[in-house]
Nanobody
Framework: QVQLVESGGGLVQTGGSLRLSCAASGRIFSIDAMGWYRQAPGKQRELVASISAGGSISYTDSVKGRFAISRDNAKNTVHLQMNSLKPEDTAVYLC?????????WGQGTQVTVSS
């Protein structure tokens, strides 16, 4: 059974940093894009950052210059370095991986930024 396991969320003050990690385990033949969505209470799920197997990266405008996504294809892991955090970054962050079998999702990790 394939699963994504996330780590690294928590509580941080405005201006602080957090690093999220997501590791895929199980019988995985190939992973295309990996990345992170977030969902805040009362808001739609938002794609925060994604990275293709070839290394192409995209970010939502609100995190450009503050967040950095990276991945290790050999280890099927993806990371999200989040700097200069703001209260509006508060959300549950969900890792995803696009595979030939469909989309995989992590369980979500809470990020809370206090003002």
């Amino acid at each position: 059974q394939v699963q994504l396991v996330e780590s690294g969320g928590g509580l941080v003050q405005t201006g602080g940093s957090l690093r999220l990690s997501c590791a895929a385990s199980g019988r995985i033949f190939s992973i295309d894009a990996m990345g992170w969505y977030r969902q805040a209470p009362g808001k739609q799920r938002e794609l925060v950052a994604s990275i293709s197997a070839g290394g192409s990266i995209s970010y939502t405008d609100s995190v450009k210059g503050r967040f950095a996504i990276s991945r290790d294809n050999a280890k099927n892991t993806v990371h999200l370095q989040m700097n200069s955090l703001k209260p509006e970054d508060t959300a549950v962050y969900l890792c995803y991986a696009a595979t030939v079998g469909g989309l995989l999702w992590g369980q979500g990790t809470q990020v809370t930024v206090s003002s």
